[in-house]
């Protein structure tokens, strides 16, 4: 496994409701498939059989829009900066991930977008990883946020993704397509 951390950041879509890291080997079957595509993507039964495997993790808020995604990834060590951790709304229970080599970033139609796919897809060494799924409150920080309202280049993202390898097997993971544990 790595041992030095390593943070990439995109911009991510959905107007299916749904973004999410997964493991672009499980679903290469559906690249360009929509159909086959649409027939996992619709049922919540089937996403979450995904997520028990290890090859999906949702970042899912319950809405369509666009999104700064943050992962960092490849030490146990990793963390919030002091800045996402003043502005973080919640953090998911951990989820399972394993790598076959990669990852990939993304709203959940991504999945059966070839092209898409490929320019947010990310190496990561094989092997078992806890994530765990950071909702960030940009907007209320004032180092994010312009005169305009808009978000400045340094503002904070909406999610930061913790991608640590998993110490022991025998971890718990969450395995519901809502990321977050409603109160």
């Known amino acids: 496994m790595e041992s030095a951390s390593q943070e990439v950041s995109r911009v991510v879509r959905t107007s299916a409701g749904l973004c999410a890291v997964w493991q672009p080997e499980a679903f290469k079957s559906m690249e360009d498939d929509f159909e086959l595509w649409e027939d996992w993507a619709t049922e919540n039964h089937e996403i979450e059989k995904s997520i028990s495997q ?8 319950g809405g369509d829009g666009v999104f700064q995604v943050t992962i960092r990834f490849g030490s146990p060590e990793l963390g919030l900066t002091e800045s996402e951790r003043r502005y973080r709304l919640v953090e998911s229970e951990p989820y399972l991930f394993t790598s076959l080599g990669s990852f990939a970033v993304g709203g959940i139609e991504d999945i059966c977008d070839v092209d898409r796919a490929a320019e947010n897809r990310f190496p990561l060494a094989e092997g078992r990883y806890s994530v765990v799924v950071n ?12 005169s305009d309202g808009r978000p400045l280049p340094s503002a904070l993202p909406d999610f930061v993704v913790l991608v640590r390898p998993e ?4 971890g718990v993971f969450r395995t519901k397509v809502e990321t977050f544990v409603r109160p």
């Open 54 to 61: 290890g090859i999906f993790v949702p970042l899912n808020v």
């Open 135 to 146: 909702l960030l409150d940009w907007k209320a920080d004032p180092n994010s946020v312009g």
């Open 167 to 170: 110490v022991s097997s025998g």
